[in-house]
């Protein structure tokens, strides 16, 4: 687990610039419990055979622990509840989650150009959907992947670049 590490050393042939940022992308894609690490606030040095990823945080160690800690209970809660309410088919189960976010969390459109970057995180994360019932696109993915996780089904995020003004 990266919990608060200052950096990152990935041994690399060739520490391809724009190889090294998709990289860490499709690791937090696959981790969503690292909810406090953004690409974007993230630093990356390159040298032979090697990339340097430096990591900045909003928030402090112990406190990305509390939080996740709060996190996993709300994911349990809601593995359960698809249970109650899914049954034992995974496809009721998704069915009943995919209701409950779309109708209960708020879509947080105004707060994607802030300068805060936990408030940035939070929206980007499950925690924006599972603590605060606000988050964006992959904070609801993230969000969702971690309920259907709890529940033993397979799934992936998938993650497209938004063109801005598209």
């Keep these: 687990v990266l919990y608060h590490q200052r ?8 520490a ?15 981790h969503p419990d690292l ?8 630093s990356f040095y390159y040298g032979v ?3 340097k990823i430096c990591f900045k945080y909003g928030i402090s ?18 593995a359960l509840l698809a249970r109650l309410r899914g049954g034992i088919d995974p496809i009721e189960q998704m069915r009943y989650l995919y209701r409950y976010f779309v109708t209960q969390v708020v879509y947080a459109k105004e707060q994607l150009n802030s ?27 993230r969000a969702f992947m971690m309920v259907l996780d709890e529940l033993g089904v ?13």
């Design 115 to 141: 300068e805060d970057e936990w408030e940035l995180c939070r929206i980007h994360s499950a925690v924006g959907v599972l603590l605060e019932g606000r988050a964006v696109c992959d904070g609801l993915a």
């Design 61 to 78: 160690e112990q406190e990305s622990r509390r939080i996740g800690e709060r996190v996993r209970c709300r994911v349990k809660e809601f």
């Design 35 to 42: 909810f406090y690490v953004r690409v974007e606030s993230s």
């Design 154 to 166: 397979e799934n992936r995020v998938v993650r497209r670049e938004v063109q801005k003004g598209a």
């Design 16 to 30: 391809d610039e724009g190889l090294i940022p998709r990289f860490l992308c499709l690791v937090l894609a696959d």
């Design 49 to 51: 055979g090697y990339a």
């Design 7 to 14: 950096e990152v050393i990935v041994e690399w042939d060739e």
